[in-house]
């Protein structure tokens, strides 16, 4: 009986440990530099107020599908993203719980909390929810956003 408990209690250690880190799949410099693109310099970029950092971690060809329904290109999100950082103080947080990198192509997904708040009015706007993001490696090895799904759970 009590290895019965000390296996359950080793099991329950074991699941606490490996849910609490970021499940990788591919190499490892790859997994590394995704999770390094999303969850720090992205994140950075936001409540810094820079969009250039913030488009530059785009792919030229990437696509942002919108919690609204609507589909922004490169072009449409520079401007969205210009438009909320000049009118907007922004804080945001990602965790990253799972990289899997296959060839050029790489996908992260985990949730995600936002704050707003208005410069002119002081009026705060808060989000959470999951996102899915989808890499492509460029041809200097380094990884951009390709696609990007972003669910709102609570706002």
């Not at 080793?10 to 969850?39: F, N, Y």
């Not at 401007?79 to 192509?105: I, P």
Request: hydrophobic residues 45%.
């Amino acid at each position: 009986m009590k290895r019965v408990f000390a296996l359950i209690a080793l099991l329950l250690v074991t699941a606490v440990a490996v849910t609490a880190q970021t499940r990788t799949v591919g190499p490892k410099a790859d997994c590394d530099a995704i999770i390094e693109l999303l969850a720090v310099t992205y994140v950075e970029a936001g409540n810094r107020g820079d969009p250039d950092l913030r488009m530059s971690l785009w792919d030229r060809e990437s696509i942002r599908y919108m919690p609204d329904l609507s589909i922004l290109d490169l072009e449409g999100m520079t401007k969205r993203t210009r438009a909320n950082m000049a009118a907007n103080t922004n804080q945001m947080w990602v965790k990253v719980d799972e990289v899997m990198v296959w060839g050029d192509f790489a996908y992260a997904t985990g949730p995600y909390g936002s704050k707003a708040t208005a410069k002119a009015t002081g009026k705060v706007t808060e989000a959470a929810g999951r996102y899915l993001e989808i890499f492509r490696k460029q041809p200097d090895g380094s990884w951009k956003i390709y696609r990007d799904l972003t669910a709102v759970v609570s706002k």
